[in-house]
């Protein structure tokens, strides 16, 4: 078993800046992918970023430019850095820690509105 706990989220202006972050603890297996998603209500849960132990960076197209993810492997963490925030941004963030089907957090909500 894996649990992935996530920090971080808020509201904040469009324009500006947030960063998220998330622990894995459990079998080191299982944090071999490790990246966030989002779901927006309506929406169906989408990829953000994800990055392997090969620390190659994987962005949706929507984020690219403006999100960054980083990785330090061995505590087992994943941050993502948000720059440029536009209200489409608004959704709730989930931390992921695979391979396969993998392991959820909870979810943290990050709300861009003036």
């Known amino acids: 078993q894996v649990q992935v706990v996530e920090s971080g989220g808020g509201l904040v202006q469009p324009g500006g800046s947030l960063r998220l972050s998330c622990a894995a603890s459990?079998?080191?297996?299982?944090?071999?992918?490790m990246g966030w998603y989002r779901q927006a209500p309506g929406n169906q849960r989408e990829v953000v970023a994800t990055?392997?132990?090969?620390?190659?960076?994987n962005y949706a197209d929507s984020v690219k430019g403006r999100f960054t993810i980083s990785r330090d492997i061995a505590k087992r963490t994943v941050d993502l850095q948000m720059t440029s925030l536009k209200p489409d941004d608004t959704a709730v963030y989930y931390c992921?820690?695979?391979?396969?089907?993998?392991?959820w957090g909870q979810g943290t909500q990050v709300t861009v509105s003036s």
């Open positions: 990055m392997s132990t090969s620390k190659i960076p």
């Open positions: 459990g079998n080191p297996i299982n944090t071999a992918v």
């Open positions: 992921w820690s695979g391979p396969g089907l993998g392991f």
